[in-house]
């Protein structure tokens, strides 16, 4: 049986726009969506932490991952140590207005970096 890779704390990482899975209307969202390929935000933090792409596919949550759950509690560091800070941009991540309708992207991105520097980890949002 192969040895569990630790999972590598990473204080950086960036999210490519057109890559990004976010909240709208009946959208699914997931850490890795099989049919597109998209990420959440959280999913663009996992893969900066060392995670491969067949380890996030079709999760939904990081701490639903077999390497989470593996070394599991609070050993894991940083953000993933932070269960309720990474609900929190969960939801915001997938979030939409009363109306069903997404939040503005500008606010969504600014909320993402202020609860991502919470727990000392800088995102970055590119086109």
Known sequence: MKAMKKIKVVNE???????????GPGKS???RRISDGKQCCLGFYTKACGFKDEEIEGVRH???TRRCRWFGGNALGGLFDELELMNTIARINDSTNPKGFPILEAEREERLARLF???GVKVNFVD
């Open 13 to 23: 990482f960036t999210v490519k726009r057109s890559d990004w899975l976010r909240g």
């Open 62 to 64: 990081p701490m639903q």
């Open 29 to 31: 969202s997931y850490l």
């Open 117 to 119: 520097a919470e727990a």
